[in-house]
């Protein structure tokens, strides 16, 4: 999973709230991704950041939110408009081609 | 529209026997693409790519994979399947002058002992 790192790892949410999953890279990429897995349907784009205090919506950007504050720091929100939140989530980053994963979060909403 | 195809949800194979995992996309242009592995409930792992040259590519593990372009497949091979090689296989491709990468949906590897 080389130097890319989430938490928790295991998260639990009530309907309602919103949570924060955190990615931290020591690997001085400039590029990082938010993805949603879900059986069946493979890697799904929520957000990227080619760059600190920039970021990019991706194919199912809604009732999510990031920020780039830090080259390093790439957290992902998932409020209460995501209608069906519980996935799989993965964080990449990049240093050009191809990625580098986290070991990934798996949020479940009771 | 950019899309891969991995067309097997699942591939069985016995242990010591060859595997194929296969693999076709769509972009514009000559992508670089990438195969990925994940075990359970953990992150995907790189296992090989293709950017240019030599169309076929070896990676980690035994794996290898063939760029054919006139057929735009990239089909993931491992002369001699492990037990171990079971897990769930990825195809991606990033179109040139992108940086996303598009994900086929995966296939599931079996390897029995």
């Known amino acids: 999973d080389g130097g890319i790192t989430q938490s928790p790892k295991y998260l639990f949410r009530k309907e309602g709230q919103n949570v924060t999953l955190s990615c931290e890279q020591n690997l001085n990429h400039d590029a990082m991704y938010w993805y949603r897995q879900d059986p069946g349907q493979g890697l799904r784009l929520i957000y990227y950041?080619?760059?600190?205090?920039?970021?990019q919506k991706g194919d199912i950007a809604e009732g999510y939110s990031v920020s780039r504050e830090k080259k390093e720091s790439f957290p992902l929100t998932v409020t209460s408009a995501q209608k069906n939140p519980t996935a799989f989530y993965l964080c990449a980053s990049t240093p050009g081609v191809g990625q580098y994963f986290g070991p990934g979060t798996r949020l479940t909403v009771l | 529209a950019q899309s891969v195809a991995q067309p097997e949800d699942q591939v069985n194979v016995a242990e010591g026997n060859p595997l194929t995992v296969k693999c076709t996309y769509s972009v514009s242009g000559n992508p670089y693409l990438f195969w990925y592995v994940q075990y359970p409930n953990r992150g995907l792992q790189f296992l090989l790519k293709?950017?240019?040259?030599?169309?076929l590519v070896k990676g980690s593990y035994g794996f290898e994979a063939e760029f054919n372009k006139s057929q735009t497949s990239f089909h993931l091979k491992n002369p001699s399947a492990l037990v171990s090689d079971s897990a769930l296989y990825f195809c991606?491709?990033?179109?040139?002058?992108?940086?996303?990468?598009?994900f086929g949906t995966g296939t599931r590897l079996l390897v029995s002992p």
């Open positions: 293709y950017i240019t040259g030599d169309n």
């Open positions: 950041s080619q760059i600190v205090n920039d970021f």
């Open positions: 991606a491709v990033i179109p040139r002058g992108f940086q996303k990468l598009v």
